[in-house]
């Protein structure tokens, strides 16, 4: 008879004696050849829990069972096979379908009868029970630990070490990409503008998912906090079922965000999600305002509710982050409509002047064209670096020239090509910096007849930054007008 033996080893057990890997092994072997049985082969789930079948040993073991490339499954006890009564008999029924007989090396039990059935089936919940008053107790001491504000151990997020320092570089990012998103930007729209300015996760990309993730951990804002089980004894997904109940603690380690900033980010990301607030695309310069005085980014919020003979309404506006968190920074808040008028009287100013238009414009071309022929130059330096390379190569193995010389002359063709690299990484910069007329006098002209998702798309493209200033500081609102401002600069991608 061919005999599958299957093994499976919880990363709670390991260590007890008897229920090692080899020790099942040696037990199950010795047993297969006490009833002569030809050992088919051995199925072996090592740190899996019971809790399921989805094992990678199990899946493997049903389906050489549908090849019908066994006879009998040996199991040390039958709680290496499952703790689930319902798994158990789903089991038993597929061992049926296939003629296949179970067997356990410690255990007296006989399926064929009504009675053996319900015997082991009686063991099975046996140990379903015992899985479950293990899971218990392991679940009480982990929220307890929540509660005294101990973290029950596990990776610690992005921003952390595995010791639960601080890691101020990378707080910096996880700090602008709230203000990204406060800003109006969505999640993949931050996760574009942080991987665009080369401001990488541990040298992997945002995605919306991580930054999602980033936006709403407590664990930032020094909160421990740990799903609970409702009373039915299951847990209920947060973002289907809003009465998930948790286990909140406050942490002993250094947070990144005050909670009232937590609150604050969390009522945010719920009043868009109700369409509280205005959609992302109305914030048309979010990503590219930049403050004149201090230089920090500025975010895009809607002004509080007003009800006017036009109905209730509400208008957009752009405030200093610095502003905002800390209030270092004392300049204006700029409404959309007035940024908007300064972007488009700094690009009118050129368009007026033709001629300077096609001066620019030939300058441009014939910077484009210096800086392709530098490109080109520099690339072909590379070209005689890698022959000089093979000549030092070759000089080498004629005996020429000794060890140490080859080694000094392939460390100085280094250093010559890392240096060209950069130089060509330069002027790949530079020819990428190069306004482009012809897009901004299609922005104007095209404008009125975008939609918002197509304004601020192209915002994004044609614009790297926009610098706004003015020279005044206490600037009262004046119906229809605009207070005193000035495009201080502008970028282009």
């Given amino acids: 008879m061919r005999v599958a033996i299957y093994i ?32 088919h082969d051995f199925y072996i789930d090592d740190g899996y829990s019971a809790k399921d079948l989805k094992r990678p040993g199990m899946q493997r073991m049903l389906g050489d069972m549908e090849n019908n490339l066994f006879d009998v499954v040996l199991v040390y006890k039958l709680d290496r096979l499952t703790r689930s009564v319902g798994d158990l008999h789903a089991l038993l029924k597929v061992f049926d379908l296939h003629s296949v007989k179970f067997k356990s090396a ?22 379903e029970w015992e899985r479950g008053t293990i899971s218990e ?14 973290r029950p151990g596990g990776v610690l997020p992005y921003g952390y070490t595995q010791d639960g320092q601080l890691i101020p570089e990378e707080a910096a990012l996880i700090r602008e990409v709230r203000d990204l998103y406060m800003s109006g930007k969505g999640y993949k729209t931050v996760a574009m503008t942080m991987n665009r300015s080369g401001k990488l996760r541990r040298g992997r990309e945002w995605t919306d998912a991580t930054v999602a993730y980033t936006l709403e951990n407590p664990f930032y804002a020094g909160i421990i906090r740990i799903a609970s089980k409702t009373p039915a004894g299951t847990y209920i997904n947060s973002k289907r079922d809003e ?53 920090a980014a500025m975010f895009g919020r809607m002004t509080t509710k007003r009800t006017t003979t036009k109905g209730i309404v509400r208008s957009q506006y752009y405030i200093c982050s610095n502003r905002h968190h800390s209030k270092t920074c004392d300049l204006p808040i700029f409404r959309q409509v007035h940024v908007e008028h300064l972007v488009f009287q700094y690009i009118n100013q050129i368009r007026e002047d033709m001629e300077l238009i096609n001066k ?50 392939m460390a100085e063709e280094d250093i010559k090509e ?5 130089r060509i990484a330069q002027e790949k910069k530079a020819l990428s910096g190069i306004p482009r007329i012809n897009e901004l006098v299609g922005l104007v002209e095209g404008w009125p007849y975008f939609d918002d998702q197509e304004k601020k798309n192209l915002i994004l493209t044609i614009f790297e930054k926009i610098i706004v200033n003015t020279d005044l ?21």
């Fill in 106 to 127: 410690t255990e007296i039990f006989e399926t064929t009868t009504a009675m053996g059935r319900f015997f082991i089936t009686l063991v099975g919940a046996m140990a």
């Fill in 418 to 422: 890392q240096e060209v690299r950069q």
């Fill in 243 to 295: 009465r998930v109940k948790c286990i909140y603690g406050k942490g002993t380690h250094e947070p990144i965000f005050t909670q009232e900033e937590y609150e604050e980010l969390k009522k945010f990301m719920k009043q868009k999600s109700h369409g509280g607030f205005s959609k992302i695309r109305e914030y048309w310069f979010s990503g590219v305002l930049r403050c004149g005085r201090c230089g």
């Fill in 473 to 493: 500081n206490n600037v009262k609102g004046v119906k229809n007008k605009f207070f005193d401002a000035y495009i201080q600069d502008i970028s282009f991608n």
């Fill in 8 to 39: 499976r080893v919880s990363t709670d057990i390991q260590a007890e004696e008897g229920f090692s890997i080899e020790g099942q092994r040696s037990r199950l072997i010795s047993f297969a050849e006490s009833q002569d049985w030809v050992i």
């Fill in 137 to 150: 107790r392991v679940r009480f001491g982990v929220e307890q630990m929540v509660a005294e504000g101990r």
């Fill in 360 to 409: 620019e414009a030939k300058k441009m071309l014939a910077s484009e064209g210096k800086k392709k022929s530098e490109i080109d130059n520099v690339k072909r330096e590379l070209a005689k670096i890698a022959e000089r390379r093979e000549k030092w190569q070759y000089m080498f193995v004629e005996g020429l020239i000794g060890k140490q010389e080859i080694r000094k002359r």
